[in-house]
């Protein structure tokens, strides 16, 4: 479509719209890539909530220069182990005049992939490689609209590849939690494969393999027998009990793994493009062991403050780890199960 002859014609709703979402497009792949004094000399961290101060120094009771804000893209320089910690998360990173406390800085990289060309019957999970990207859905009134923006190691199902808003192949993807579809740049998702759900030991019998979670170290430790397979910080949940609501401390006790789901919307369940809601769709790596509020390890890549409670009541890992757990315990799930169930590996939280 030529813009002026557009203009100049019957320019619809529809129309505007398709315009807007191909100027918000635009502006988001150039902040993906270059923002502000972002060149490319290394890592690159984005920051994963409302803001964050940087100091003039590797220590929170320095002097704040200024604000970092949500979504932003930072150069990381080099690291700091900070003697004035925090004690459980002493990592810092330099920064463009100053330092920045690690817990909120999720580390990125820009990866664009290749497009497949058909999609298995019963969809694909799909990994996030880029730091954000904004996804889009259509509907025969409103045209194309913004919805959720899917972040950095969040999992989707994919089920279809269609025009996108502007032209090119955009993957259609299922919200399993509001059976909503909506749409997502292709390039942008790596198609995770079968390998990649391969499980981890499976020669083990079920009896052998188990999980203990300490909540006074904030650890995981998964046992083969009494033998140490891996070890991982974690985050817990808070010790807060919100008004109505269940309490968001991880439960004591000794459970099973009952539901494994590579991807799981969490949050309200509300279909939004605001940033700052509580929707989190694409959580990847989940095992629930807890059904009363659906208390789960799962991968995080929300903030990356390791070592103290953090949480609504699950148990966060970092994405690698989560995705080893998901892989390496029972139910044995596969790569086009939406959702495993079956009575699973114990995991004893103490």
Not at 335 to 345: H, L, R
């Amino acid at each position: 479509m030529n813009y002026n002859n557009a203009m100049n014609n019957n320019f619809t709703r529809r129309d505007f719209l398709k315009w807007s979402t191909l100027g918000l497009t635009s502006i988001a792949f150039r902040s993906m890539r270059l923002p502000g004094e972002l060149v490319d000399t290394g890592d690159i961290a984005r920051i994963g909530t409302d803001s964050v101060s940087v100091y003039s120094q590797p220590d929170d009771k320095s002097r704040i220069l200024y604000q970092r804000y949500r979504d932003e893209l930072v150069n990381l320089y080099y690291e700091v182990q900070s003697e004035k910690g925090p004690i459980h998360n002493p990592l810092w990173y330099r920064v463009w005049r100053g330092y920045i406390h690690s817990a909120h800085l999720q580390k990125v990289t820009y990866k664009l992939n290749h497009v497949a060309s058909w999609i298995p019957e019963k969809g694909q999970i799909a990994e996030v490689t880029v730091p954000y990207t904004q996804t889009m859905r259509y509907t025969s009134f409103y045209g194309w609209e913004p919805v959720y923006r899917l972040y950095y190691g969040s999992n989707h199902w994919v089920v279809d590849v269609e025009e996108g808003p502007d032209g090119k192949p955009w993957y259609k993807l299922i919200d399993e939690l509001i059976d909503i579809d909506y749409h997502v740049p292709a390039e942008h998702l790596h198609m995770v494969g079968p390998e990649e759900f391969e499980p981890i030991h499976p020669d083990v019998p079920y009896e052998m393999k188990r999980i203990e979670v300490s909540l006074a170290q904030q650890t995981l430790t998964a046992f083969e027998e009494n033998t140490v397979v891996m070890k991982t910080k974690i985050s817990s949940g808070l010790n807060f009990k919100p008004i109505g609501q269940l309490p968001w401390n991880t439960p004591t006790g000794t459970y099973n793994i009952y539901s494994k789901m590579p991807s799981k919307h969490m949050g309200d369940g509300n279909l939004t493009s605001d940033i700052n809601a509580y929707e989190i769709p694409g959580v990847p790596w989940v095992c629930f062991f807890v059904s009363e509020g659906g208390v789960a390890t799962h991968g995080t890549y929300w903030h990356n403050n390791f070592g103290t409670p953090m949480s609504h009541g699950c148990v966060n890992m970092r994405n690698e780890e989560a995705k080893w757990l998901f892989r390496w315990t029972y139910p044995i799930a596969k790569a086009d199960d939406w959702e495993k169930v079956g009575f699973g590996t114990p995991i004893t939280v103490k």
